[in-house]
């Protein structure tokens, strides 16, 4: 079935720091790819999402291409602030099964 | 736009107690709405999707005579957690699907305790 991994861990970084975190993906069809935010004891806010290869989403200085070749969907930050601290969930939604599929989450610390 | 309504954000209760969450579409009609669990640290697990005005499916695992999901209206998506045990102590999410747009809404969830 369809399926995200995304990379292992937490990451810690300083204020101002390159943030990659990596998203890659198994579909059987065309999926739209998705990366959430959640902050602390709430629910999941859409960050920016992509819909067809080669696609680029942004959205608050982020940025995350499709990449249909690599089934990759990274997830970039040129300059984190503090309040970058969260946990980010990638996620594929294939048109056919009509859900979410997520990805395990990375918690992202960024410290001043 | 789109934006789903979710209360209570907590709740203790007493074990063998019940519990509804419910969780409103404020400006759309919600077709299908989702619910997810998600432990600490972990990511989320959808346990069911309900459709308005039919049965919700339950996925694989997740008890139907639990955890009730009733989907009345478009506005409207009730989970209510029966006979509750410390063990459903979790953080519950629902999501929709919004009519004529790809794409799916969050509530802020709901932190159940249950002692």
């Known amino acids: 079935g369809d399926s995200v991994t995304q990379m292992e861990g937490p990451v810690t970084l300083s204020e101002e720091a390159f943030l990659t975190i990596n998203c890659t993906y198994t579909a059987t069809g065309y999926p739209s790819l998705f990366w959430y935010v959640q902050y602390p004891g709430e629910g999941l806010q859409l960050l920016l999402k992509?819909?067809?290869?080669?696609d680029k989403g942004s959205n608050k200085g982020f940025e995350a291409t499709y990449r249909k070749e690599t089934t990759s969907f990274h997830l970039e930050k040129g300059s984190v602030q503090v309040s970058d601290s969260a946990v980010y969930f990638c996620a594929l939604s294939d048109q056919g099964n009509n859900r979410l599929a997520f990805g395990k989450g990375n918690q992202v610390v960024v410290i001043p | 736009g789109a934006v789903v309504s979710q209360h209570p954000s907590w709740v203790i209760c007493k074990s063998g107690t019940s519990v509804k969450i419910e969780c409103r579409s404020l400006d759309f009609q919600a077709t299908t709405m989702f619910w997810y669990r998600q432990f600490p640290k972990q990511s989320l697990m959808l346990m069911a999707t309900s459709n308005e005005g039919s049965k919700a499916t339950y996925e694989q695992g997740v008890e139907k005579d639990k955890f009730l999901i009733n989907h009345a209206s478009l506005t409207l998506s009730t989970l209510t957690v029966t006979s509750a045990h410390p063990e459903d102590s979790s953080f519950y999410i629902c999501?929709?699907?919004?009519?004529?747009?790809?794409?799916?809404?969050f509530g802020s969830g709901t932190r159940l305790t249950v002692v």
């Open positions: 992509a819909t067809k290869a080669d």
């Open positions: 999501s929709a699907r919004v009519r004529g747009w790809y794409g799916y809404t």
